[in-house]
């Protein structure tokens, strides 16, 4: 059983409302991963997303969020096993806390990667830039929400993915998570999250 590859999706967030609830985009990606998983046998799903650095903290989490809706939307002999990354607060945050919480002990097989079509040559870019290049790496995008406005910065903040990723080889996951962690939003959380002395 060992020897058998496992058919891994991962959703990625994109921000709360002010009350906790998913905005529509991290909603219909949520919703395109239940589609995913009625056509594709998954092992796995990871639920990727703690809030854009910009919400205020609500109790809730992107991961949580999209677990909900994905959940609701199937039946239980559907459902995958689940796993929530809360932790990030942009794209390179999904992929590299995925890949180093969930994915770097795993046997290099399929990973489905689901998001928004805007994104998802950045989203690829990245977890191809975290793993080996024995995994089998696919998109599977969503409907692009009516109210999207992000696609003209697609090409800048692709730019800035291809310039974090330029001093760290390929699979170096350790090098990645330590490179985000000195950089914001993350040094400022990590602060924050320090107990007193």
């Known amino acids: 059983m060992e020897n058998i590859t496992k058919t891994i999706a991962v959703v990625l967030g994109s921000g709360l409302l002010a009350d906790g609830t998913p905005t529509p985009v991290t909603a219909i990606r ?55 990354e809360d932790k990030s607060m942009d794209t390179l945050g999904n992929g590299i806390f995925t890949a180093s919480l969930f994915l770097q002990t795993e046997k290099p097989g399929r990973l489905i990667v689901v998001t928004s079509p ?26 692009e929400w009516s109210g999207e406005t992000r696609q003209a910065g697609a090409p800048q903040a692709m730019e800035r993915a291809r310039d974090f990723f330029s001093d760290i080889a390929q699979g170096d996951i350790a090098a990645a998570l330590s490179k985000l962690s000195r950089r914001k939003p993350y040094r400022q959380e990590t602060k924050q999250e320090q107990p007193a002395a």
Not at 119 to 141: N, P, Q, T, V
């Open 118 to 143: 805007f994104h998802m040559e950045r989203a690829l870019y990245i977890f191809g830039r975290l793993l080996s290049s024995e995994w089998k790496i696919e998109g599977h995008a969503s409907e």
């Open 30 to 84: 949520a919703r395109e991963a239940a589609k995913l998983a009625k056509e594709v046998q998954l092992d796995k799903l990871i639920c990727s997303g703690f809030r854009a650095p910009d919400d205020r903290l609500t109790g809730n989490t992107e991961a949580k969020a999209m677990a909900d809706i994905f959940c609701a939307e199937l039946s239980n002999t559907q459902i995958p096993d689940i796993c929530l």
